[in-house]
């Protein structure tokens, strides 16, 4: 089970930063991730962290967004910066797992995030 939360309402220009809190250890995941989906369009990845730290982003939020991963906390951040009104949307925290060599995704209920402008 994944937890997101810390969306909310903000204006162009400004910062929100979501949190993901799985349920089980953060230990036992590859990859988390964070996506979004905005009305009548598909899902979308946002960026990913592997579990050696490695990030990925969409093209549309380098520079803008990061994405870190807490093990003492055992949750994962998206700190959203400068964030633009094409941004809203409800964002989702992925957890991908491997066992016995197949992969897993879990998927946490959306929060959801809107830039005015």
């Known amino acids: 089970q994944l937890q997101a939360s810390g969306g909310g309402l903000v204006q162009a220009g400004g910062s929100l930063r979501l949190s993901c809190a799985p349920s089980?250890?953060?230990?036992?995941?590859?990859?988390m991730g964070w996506y979004r989906q905005a009305p009548g369009k598909q899902r979308e990845l946002v960026a990913t962290?592997?579990?050696?730290?490695?990030?990925n982003y969409r093209d549309s939020v380098k520079g803008r967004f990061i994405v870190t991963e807490d093990y003492a906390k055992n949750a994962v951040f998206l700190q959203m910066n400068v964030l633009k009104p094409e941004d809203t949307a409800v964002y989702y925290c992925?957890?991908?797992?491997?066992?016995?060599?197949?992969?897993?995704?879990?998927w946490g209920q959306g929060t959801q995030v809107t830039v005015s402008s």
């Open positions: 992925s957890a991908d797992q491997l066992v016995s060599g197949n992969q897993y995704t879990y």
């Open positions: 089980a250890s953060l230990w036992s995941f590859n990859t």
């Open positions: 962290i592997t579990s050696g730290g490695g990030t």
